[in-house]
């Protein structure tokens, strides 16, 4: 199935409009008509081969959703017309440790949704840029927000999975203390996302403009991180912080805020590593320094359907396909609030 999509040739190139190739669906595939898909700054990494790797033609994009205009015939979840989502995985091996737990996100075999090798043409996945995608059935996620809302659910799927997996990991609730660094794509989902699983959130940031922001994000409190006295104020009082800033940058300002036994995640991907942190900041208090990849397909659905109740989507700005290049330029400079979505239908013109 030949359909239209937004890609590069090479990492020095634009994107540009291109046709690619779509493998018939199979008994236990699901063929879907994207409608959105959001912008990750993981897309921008990749395409423009800033981390290893990079195959070309390279069509990005892991925050589809769409409605379903095909299913195999042993497909049992699934009709056409149904509303869905496919975020980071299209595939793993299915049957190790992992996938059996339902993080199929730390799969060995894990197959993101492009730039991962593929029977299919041309040997790579290639990602939601694009006006069709066909997923294995285990790998779709289903969307119970309203039509309306769709373009802006888009986002929930990485950014929005990226900072619910550690939220519900290390049990950010009511009676915690919860600080997310960064008020970007994934900061102002981590913000939301905390705030509905009733946390007291703190918002660090670099910027004074960015104060209200956070807070009407649901942020009860912000720190301008540059600022040695709000960030003193803070000292040894978090349960855990969500280090979401894709820049590397010093953890230790950060360390120092955990009370014994907290925990600093890193959600954000820098394109070079942080500086080494100072190992006595985290023996004396037994913290923890973790990381954390986005999320496995159940924990996926679970944040989907929580925030379908609690009527949570992401901040969007909706884009043409022939928007992207300039729209990558002004995330660079953080020029967005707070996620670039593509709409789809612009790729017919």
Same mark, same amino acid.
């Given at each position: 199935?030949?359909?239209?999509?937004?890609?590069?040739?090479?990492?020095?190139?634009?994107?540009?409009?291109?046709?690619?190739?779509?493998?018939?669906?199979?008994?236990?595939?699901?063929?879907?008509?994207?409608?959105?898909?959001?912008?990750?700054?993981?897309?921008?990494?990749?395409?423009?081969?800033?981390?290893?790797?990079?195959?070309?033609?390279?069509?990005?994009?892991?925050?589809?959703? %769409?409605?379903? &205009?095909?299913?195999?015939?042993?497909?049992?979840?699934?009709?056409? +017309?149904?509303? $869905? #989502? !496919?975020?980071? =995985?299209?595939?793993?091996?299915?049957?190790?440790?992992?996938?059996?737990?339902?993080?199929?996100?730390?799969?060995?075999?894990?197959?993101?949704?492009?730039?991962?090798?593929?029977?299919?043409?041309?040997?790579?996945?290639?990602?939601?840029?694009?006006?069709?995608?066909?997923?294995?059935?285990?790998?779709?996620?289903?969307?119970?927000?309203?039509?309306?809302?769709?373009?802006?659910?888009?986002?929930?799927?990485?950014? %929005?999975?990226? &900072?619910?997996?550690?939220?519900?990991?290390?049990?950010?609730?009511? +009676?915690?203390? $919860? #600080? !997310?660094?960064? =008020?970007?794509?994934?900061?102002?989902?981590?913000?939301?996302?905390?705030?509905?699983?009733?946390?007291?959130?703190?918002?660090?940031?670099?910027?004074?403009?960015?104060?209200?922001?956070?807070?009407?994000?649901?942020?009860?409190?912000?720190?301008?991180?540059?600022?040695?006295?709000?960030?003193?104020?803070?000292?040894?009082?978090?349960?855990?912080?969500?280090?979401?800033?894709?820049?590397?940058?010093?953890?230790?300002?950060?360390?120092?805020?955990?009370?014994?036994?907290?925990?600093?995640?890193?959600?954000?991907?820098?394109?070079?590593?942080?500086?080494?942190?100072?190992?006595?900041?985290?023996?004396?208090?037994?913290?923890?320094?973790?990381?954390?990849?986005?999320?496995?397909?159940?924990?996926?659905?679970?944040?989907?359907?929580?925030?379908?109740?609690?009527?949570?989507?992401?901040?969007?700005?909706?884009?043409?396909?022939?928007?992207?290049?300039?729209?990558?330029?002004?995330?660079?400079?953080?020029?967005?609030?707070?996620?670039?979505?593509?709409?789809?239908?612009?790729?017919?013109?």
């Amino acid at each position: 199935m030949n359909t239209k999509a937004y890609g590069a040739y090479a990492g020095d190139q634009p994107l540009e409009p291109m046709q690619i190739t779509r493998r018939a669906s199979g008994a236990h595939d699901v063929q879907i008509a994207i409608a959105y898909c959001g912008v990750c700054h993981s897309d921008i990494h990749q395409v423009r081969a800033e981390w290893e790797g990079t195959l070309y033609p390279c069509v990005p994009g892991h925050e589809i959703v %769409g409605r379903v &205009t095909a299913v195999g015939g042993q497909v049992k979840g699934y009709r056409i +017309g149904d509303l $869905v #989502g !496919v975020g980071c =995985i299209v595939d793993s091996c299915r049957h190790c440790d992992d996938c059996e737990s339902g993080l199929e996100n730390y799969c060995d075999h894990m197959v993101g949704t492009y730039n991962f090798p593929t029977a299919d043409a041309p040997g790579h996945t290639l990602g939601g840029y694009a006006q069709q995608i066909v997923v294995h059935e285990r790998y779709v996620l289903r969307i119970r927000h309203p039509q309306q809302q769709l373009a802006a659910v888009a986002p929930l799927l990485c950014a %929005g999975i990226t &900072t619910w997996s550690p939220l519900r990991h290390w049990n950010a609730g009511p +009676g915690k203390k $919860v #600080g !997310v660094v960064g =008020i970007g794509g994934l900061g102002h989902m981590g913000i939301k996302l905390a705030h509905a699983l009733g946390a007291h959130v703190v918002a660090f940031t670099t910027s004074e403009s960015k104060r209200e922001a956070a807070k009407a994000l649901g942020a009860d409190e912000v720190v301008v991180s540059r600022n040695a006295e709000e960030m003193a104020a803070h000292l040894k009082s978090f349960d855990l912080i969500l280090n979401t800033v894709a820049m590397p940058h010093d953890l230790d300002a950060f360390l120092t805020l955990l009370k014994r036994d907290g925990n600093l995640t890193l959600v954000g991907a820098p394109a070079s590593a942080h500086p080494s942190p100072n190992v006595f900041n985290l023996i004396m208090k037994r913290r923890t320094l973790a990381g954390s990849m986005i999320g496995g397909i159940p924990e996926t659905q679970e944040m989907l359907d929580f925030c379908a109740e609690r009527d949570i989507v992401a901040d969007i700005e909706l884009i043409r396909a022939d928007e992207i290049n300039a729209a990558y330029e002004r995330m660079l400079k953080g020029d967005v609030k707070y996620r670039f979505v593509i709409d789809i239908a612009s790729l017919d013109a």
